[in-house]
């Protein structure tokens, strides 16, 4: 069903048994129905939505609302998508005088409004983009909602260079209003009935799974081919893939890649996930010189503690990311229970997302 502005949306959902309100979403909800009329109303200069807070407040739900409600122009994507685009595309603009600003342009002249789910800046590189490509990207008026877990001052905080990212965050809080959406619970793990996708140490579990979703399908191991990469498989059939752990996240393996086999597959299988939280490296210094011998202020830089898995999990969080956001059932054999599986390390806030929606991941209503 679908309705005429976000706050429409919200009232029928309020309506419904088993939808638990807050006042946090109500403030969000106005927020969001304020930037849809203005929209609708042809205003030149309008303010767009930030809305962070905790994992499962409801917050892509709400601007999905918003986006779904939308009669103009107007693009929806994961954030992580959506810097893949960037940085292809300014690869193509290379050689052009400003390519961030042709960029924005030729955005701007595509849609009026762009919904980014799950802003997070982690990487020097996309934090030196954005803090140059949010500014012009509003110049050109182009509207942005957006959803995070972290308030727009807090982005990439401690990063490398942070102040090349600076720019781009006093553009996102002169443009945006900023709502806290911090209600107390999470909504994602009610109401619903549950339904077992995560086992452990039950090796077994998985060959029922796939039996039971590839019947009637012709079955193969080894070898499966996905875009440009090879994969080896437990097992495949045309609509279910099965995968260790160390097939799917300890190769070099890109979103990209995951989103194609979230294109070709209706359901995964990941056997033998191991406990992500192991014991952290201590912190490095980079050194300033060739070959590390003298420590150079000027060059010297702290390196992050590093779990020996974090290669792996971030691969890891990216799968559960797109088969979460394309309602791919992902079904897990791991060594430790799903509470346990990243209790300590360096991406223990970003792994808070993943915890929970691998939760919802557990009811039988997802996927369906």
Known sequence: MTFDSP??????????????????????VQALQACHEALHQGRSAITGVY???????????LMDQFYQSLRVPARRQHFHHFM??????????????????????ELSQDVRVLCFDELFVNDIG????LGRLFQVMFEEGVVMVCTSNQPPEQLYAGGFNRERFL?????????MQVVAVDGGEDHRLHPGVGM?????????????????????????????????????AVQASA????CRYAELCEQPLAAMDFMLLCDRFEAILLEDVPNLSAQRRPGRIARGTEDGAERVAAGDR?????????????????LVDECYDRKVPLFIEARVPLESLYTEGYLEFPFRRTLSRLREMQLQRFAV
């Open 7 to 28: 706050l429409a949306a919200y009232q029928h959902a309020i309506a419904q048994q088993g939808f638990v309100p807050d006042d946090a979403q109500r403030q969000a």
């Open 51 to 61: 809305l962070w807070g905790p994992v499962g407040r409801g917050k892509t739900w």
């Open 84 to 105: 893949g685009w960037v940085h292809q595309r300014s690869f193509q603009l290379t050689g052009t005088q400003d390519p961030l600003q042709a960029l924005a342009r």
């Open 126 to 129: 996309d934090a030196i983009i």
């Open 167 to 175: 720019p781009g965050i006093d553009a996102l809080e002169q443009h």
């Open 196 to 232: 077992q996708r995560y086992w452990v140490n039950q090796p077994d579990a998985l060959a029922a799974v796939f039996k039971n979703l590839s019947q009637g399908q012709r079955v193969s191991s080894g070898v499966v081919s996905v875009g440009y990469r090879s994969i080896v």
């Open 239 to 242: 609509t279910v893939l099965w």
């Open 302 to 318: 702290d390196l992050p503690e590093l779990s020996v898995h974090d290669d792996s999990v971030r691969r890891f969080i990216a």
